[in-house]
């Protein structure tokens, strides 16, 4: 999973919240299905060079809203999300899929805000 996941160190987000973003967005989509086990924290913090504290941090954020639960000897794992939280129309995993391409692509996480931003400017005509 943490080959899924950057953190954009350019970005002015906090850390905690990209990666909080990033994993919300795959519970949502379904890339991450209901009781998976996410990585341990130590284990998240160090394949993506960040403080245990961030990704501690990342996890509770997520447990708040009720994304994830972490269980003694169980670890931490994906809750079903409910129809508030799991899109119906595809549209989350589509741009999904955009923004792994291009984070694979080697696009700065700003660039593609701005992109998707610019392009709902166009279309919507705000």
Same mark, same amino acid.
């Not at 905690?16 to 998240?44: C, D, K, S, Y």
């Given at each position: 999973?943490?080959?899924?996941? =950057? !953190?954009?160190?350019?970005?002015?987000?906090?850390?905690?919240?990209?990666?909080? =973003?990033?994993?919300? %967005?795959? !519970?949502?989509?379904? @890339?991450?299905?209901?009781?998976?086990?996410?990585?341990?924290?130590?284990?998240?913090?160090? #394949?993506?060079?960040?403080? !245990?504290?961030?990704?501690?941090? %990342?996890?509770?954020?997520?447990? @708040?809203?009720?994304?994830?639960?972490?269980?003694?000897?169980?670890?931490?794992?994906?809750?079903?999300?409910?129809?508030?939280?799991?899109? %119906? #129309?595809?549209?989350?995993?589509?741009?999904?899929?955009?923004? =792994?391409?291009?984070?694979?692509?080697?696009?700065?996480?700003?660039?593609?805000?701005?992109? !998707?931003?610019?392009?709902?400017?166009?279309?919507?005509?705000?």
């Amino acid at each position: 999973m943490s080959h899924w996941l =950057r !953190v954009d160190p350019a970005d002015p987000t906090p850390p905690f919240e990209q990666l909080r =973003r990033q994993i919300a %967005t795959l !519970v949502a989509t379904g @890339a991450l299905a209901e009781g998976e086990r996410l990585p341990p924290v130590r284990q998240l913090a160090a #394949d993506l060079g960040l403080a !245990v504290g961030t990704v501690a941090r %990342t996890y509770r954020e997520l447990e @708040a809203e009720g994304l994830v639960a972490t269980r003694r000897a169980a670890g931490t794992r994906v809750l079903r999300p409910d129809a508030t939280t799991r899109p %119906t #129309d595809g549209a989350a995993e589509r741009v999904a899929e955009f923004v =792994r391409a291009e984070l694979a692509r080697g696009t700065a996480a700003d660039r593609i805000r701005e992109a !998707v931003e610019a392009a709902l400017g166009r279309v919507s005509g705000g």
